[in-house]
């Protein structure tokens, strides 16, 4: 098994950043993609942002030059920091991972962190 433990979530006025963690423990060996998600009020689930264990990564349209996904292997954690948040960014942000791609949702999810901005 797989435990994912977000933190770094809050509220912050539009065109501030804000960084979100994702820490993974357990059966590592059986994680390659990392990612994030965020579900937002009456919307489907979007995937925000993906990175696999070498490196290579890709963005929703909506985040594109502003979140920047990354990733430390050594302590098994994904970043997303993300600057000029907008009001349609508030979302929950969840942490996913498994072995193959993200598009589907990974194996593994954490339990969710508030984003909100205020405008």
């Known amino acids: 098994q797989v435990q994912l433990v977000e933190s770094g979530g809050g509220l912050v006025q539009a065109g501030g950043s804000l960084r979100l963690s994702c820490a993974a423990s357990g059966s590592i060996f059986s994680i390659n993609s990392m990612g994030w998600y965020r579900r937002a009020p009456g919307k489907q689930r979007e995937l925000v942002a993906a990175?696999?264990?070498?490196?290579?990564?890709n963005y929703a349209d909506s985040v594109k030059g502003r979140f920047t996904i990354s990733r430390d292997n050594a302590k098994n954690t994904v970043y997303l920091q993300m600057n000029s948040l907008k009001p349609e960014d508030t979302a929950v942000y969840y942490c996913?991972?498994?072995?193959?791609?993200?598009?589907?949702?990974?194996?593994?999810w954490g339990q969710g962190t508030q984003v909100t901005v205020s405008s």
């Open positions: 996913t991972a498994g072995m193959y791609g993200l598009e589907y949702g990974g194996d593994h």
């Open positions: 990175i696999t264990r070498g490196g290579n990564s």
